[in-house]
């Protein structure tokens, strides 16, 4: 059965549709107004073989933090729907990804129960016209839409860029290995029988 999804969202503020193929092959097409986000969101679907298309327009006119947010809310919801009942997923993933300077790590369990801890020193900053502070922004959305509970740890950095790609690489990757499926698991993998 194919584990996709496809979730639109419009407010006042936003226009997002994504289009989410699990088992995919990296392939993705991204269409937002916020450069730097397209480029960390390429690294996700690459890194986690993800098929990804966003297509979002947003009122970033004011600032990119509506947008980044609701893209965060509909990729949540589109993970949730693509995993469905979760039945023969793994669950948790966990990588550590080295970016130049940089050591950042993402630990992932899609328990359905959702909760970022963001241990991640960002100067509140931009990184071109990007400010830093949405990284944190994008992943309690995730978090909140997902059900997923994720900790994002950066052991060391010195360059803002480095350090947000190798969060959002190691997210990709994490993402890859919590949402395969295990021949393994009967059910899902819980010792209560049911993830929530």
Known sequence: MARTAKIDRETKETNISIELDLDGSGQHHLETPVSFFNHMLSAVARHGFFDLTVKATGDTEIDDHHTVEDIGIVLGEAFKQALGDKAGVRRFGRETMPMHEALASVVIDFSGRPLLVFNVDLPKAKVGSFDTELVE???????????????????????????????????????????????????????????E
């Open 137 to 195: 922004e994008f992943f309690v959305a995730f978090c909140n839409h997902s059900g997923a509970n994720i900790h994002v740890n950066l052991a060391y950095g010195d360059n803002l860029h480095h350090i947000i790609e190798g969060i959002f690489k190691a997210f990709g990757r994490a993402l890859d290995q919590a949402t395969s499926i295990d021949p393994r698991i009967q059910g899902v993998m819980s010792t209560k029988g049911k993830l």
